[in-house]
């Protein structure tokens, strides 16, 4: 969710050349004196001045002056909203979505950014698209959500173009368009949005511009956005819109593998095993990829299985080997799916059942897994005809993702809401 929340000295341009309280306060804002800052806002505040009381409520939120006190936020960001001040109704609802200085309440969250929207606020509009789409206090309702975010970012709210170009590529909620998409998340790239260098790096891949694509990772990666640097690293060590350089993909693998990149941390361990790009290292190889499989990565998960299956740097260990199959399988990894499959069909390290071997097989085959579609056939006649019409309906119901698997998890599978963390600050209105 976002927040209007920091001051910007450039406003100060927007006062009256006389001296005034609210000037002075600016003043002593931009050398640093926040307590100099309060004392000039707060009377100003205490007069009724809505401006002053959402400016007071800043300080407080972001402990600049006072100690960080969101109690005395909330009240003062109150006392500025019921003026219909945006800005402050906007925070206000932030504060009750989080609980935080407040009892949280959705409903209050939804109806404080519902009157800042209402007015064209661009973070408001932004922050109730997600309950929209989340279905949070409000009806969950994608059209609403978009029409949303259009306000939001039409008025100039990087984030907001950001997701409305990623709802534009992957065709969420909308007709997949192309060339909205890369309106939308060019503007949001131009904005510092290092997620839409992603989602427009995507765009161009799918284009067949991979030299445009890897211009538009090579600026997230710079920025220090993991999926960047873990897309810019695939196409360096497949030598695609840049020179091929498995070095150099490995460095930025270990970057966003730091960083947490959990398709970046199984990469690093398969290259330390192979030696390819970092000097071949089996122990570090294994930590990385059982790092990733801890983490919830399906790949590390494929992989650490095939390791204990292996018996490399690990005992052979079956069981183990079609615990982490499974968890990869769960989450719709094709691979993961055909071998646990046949793990179930031939009994090994899970006792044989070959009605769900042929289930998981039947899934894979849906993910476009071959072999898995061959031995699905085989056994079907195996399998009660009622069973085999359940899984085939299962089979069918699973839903097409874009860019995931070549991001190794970090695509479609990140919610629209999940991005709307760690929003930046933004300049606040003219006082």
């Given at each position: 969710?976002?927040?209007?929340?920091?001051?910007?000295?450039?406003?100060?341009?927007?006062?009256?050349?006389?001296?005034?309280?609210?000037?002075?306060?600016?003043?002593?804002?931009?050398?640093?004196?926040?307590?100099?800052?309060?004392?000039?806002?707060q009377?100003?505040?205490?007069?009724?001045?809505?401006?002053?009381?959402?400016?007071?409520?800043?300080?407080?939120?972001?402990?600049?002056?006072?100690?960080?006190?969101?109690?005395?936020?909330?009240?003062?960001?109150?006392?500025?909203?019921?003026?219909?001040?945006?800005?402050?109704?906007?925070?206000?609802?932030?504060?009750?979505?989080?609980?935080?200085?407040?009892?949280?309440?959705?409903?209050?969250?939804?109806?404080?950014?519902?009157?800042?929207?209402?007015?064209?606020?661009?973070?408001?509009?932004?922050n109730?698209?997600?309950?929209?789409?989340?279905g949070?206090?409000?009806?969950?309702?994608?059209?609403r959500?978009?029409?949303?975010?259009?306000?939001?970012?039409?008025?100039?709210?990087?984030?907001?173009?950001?997701?409305?170009?990623?709802?534009?590529?992957?065709?969420?909620?909308?007709?997949?368009?192309?060339?909205?998409?890369?309106?939308?998340?060019?503007?949001?790239?131009?904005q510092?949005?290092?997620?839409?260098?992603?989602?427009?790096?995507?765009?161009?891949?799918?284009?067949?511009?991979?030299?445009?694509?890897?211009?538009?990772?090579?600026?997230?990666?710079?920025?220090?956005?993991?999926?960047?640097?873990?897309?810019?690293?695939?196409?360096?060590?497949?030598?695609?819109?840049?020179?091929?350089?498995?070095?150099?993909?490995?460095?930025?693998?270990?970057?966003?593998?730091?960083?947490?990149?959990?398709?970046?941390?199984a990469?690093?361990?398969?290259?330390?095993?192979?030696?390819?790009?970092?000097?071949?290292?089996?122990?570090?190889?294994?930590?990385?990829?059982?790092?990733?499989?801890?983490a919830?990565?399906?790949?590390?998960?494929?992989?650490?299985?095939?390791?204990?299956?292996?018996?490399?740097?690990?005992?052979?260990?079956?069981?183990?080997?079609?615990?982490?199959?499974?968890?990869?399988?769960?989450?719709?990894?094709?691979?993961?799916?055909?071998?646990?499959?046949?793990?179930?069909?031939?009994?090994?390290?899970?006792?044989?059942?070959?009605?769900?071997?042929?289930?998981?097989?039947?899934?894979?085959?849906?993910?476009?897994?071959?072999d898995?579609?061959?031995?699905?056939?085989?056994?079907?006649?195996?399998?009660?005809?009622?069973?085999?019409?359940?899984?085939?309906?299962?089979?069918?119901?699973?839903?097409?993702t874009?860019?995931?698997?070549?991001?190794?998890?970090?695509?479609?599978?990140?919610?629209?809401?999940?991005?709307?963390?760690?929003?930046?600050?933004?300049?606040?209105?003219?006082?």
């Amino acid at each position: 969710m976002q927040q209007w929340s920091r001051l910007v000295p450039v406003l100060a341009l927007f006062l009256g050349a006389c001296a005034s309280p609210m000037q002075s306060g600016w003043r002593s804002y931009e050398r640093g004196d926040y307590a100099a800052a309060l004392a000039n806002w707060q009377p100003l505040a205490e007069a009724g001045d809505a401006d002053a009381q959402f400016l007071v409520a800043v300080l407080h939120d972001d402990g600049q002056g006072v100690a960080v006190d969101r109690v005395h936020a909330a009240q003062w960001y109150e006392r500025a909203a019921e003026q219909g001040h945006a800005a402050a109704q906007n925070n206000l609802g932030l504060l009750y979505y989080r609980g935080d200085g407040v009892p949280a309440s959705k409903e209050h969250a939804a109806e404080w950014y519902t009157r800042a929207a209402d007015q064209g606020f661009a973070k408001a509009a932004s922050n109730l698209a997600l309950m929209h789409l989340a279905g949070q206090a409000v009806e969950r309702d994608a059209e609403r959500a978009r029409q949303l975010l259009e306000l939001a970012a039409r008025g100039g709210d990087g984030r907001a173009q950001s997701m409305l170009g990623t709802a534009y590529r992957r065709g969420l909620g909308v007709d997949a368009d192309p060339s909205r998409a890369r309106r939308w998340l060019t503007a949001a790239a131009e904005q510092g949005q290092s997620q839409a260098d992603v989602e427009l790096g995507l765009l161009e891949l799918e284009s067949g511009r991979e030299r445009a694509a890897a211009r538009a990772f090579a600026r997230g990666a710079e920025r220090g956005e993991p999926d960047a640097l873990f897309a810019l690293g695939r196409l360096r060590q497949e030598g695609r819109g840049v020179e091929r350089d498995d070095g150099l993909a490995a460095r930025l693998y270990l970057r966003a593998a730091e960083a947490g990149h959990g398709g970046a941390q199984a990469e690093v361990g398969r290259l330390l095993l192979e030696g390819r790009g970092l000097e071949q290292n089996d122990a570090e190889g294994v930590r990385w990829i059982r790092v990733a499989a801890e983490a919830g990565d399906a790949r590390g998960q494929h992989n650490l299985a095939l390791l204990q299956l292996k018996g490399r740097g690990m005992p052979v260990d079956h069981t183990q080997a079609a615990f982490w199959f499974q968890r990869a399988a769960e989450q719709g990894f094709g691979p993961s799916q055909t071998r646990l499959g046949a793990m179930l069909e031939h009994g090994v390290g899970r006792w044989r059942d070959i009605g769900e071997a042929h289930l998981w097989y039947s899934l894979a085959a849906a993910a476009g897994e071959t072999d898995a579609a061959e031995r699905r056939d085989e056994l079907a006649q195996h399998v009660d005809p009622a069973i085999r019409a359940a899984t085939a309906k299962l089979a069918g119901s699973v839903p097409e993702t874009r860019g995931g698997v070549w991001l190794a998890g970090s695509g479609p599978a990140a919610d629209l809401a999940e991005r709307a963390r760690g929003f930046p600050s933004a300049p606040l209105p003219r006082p």
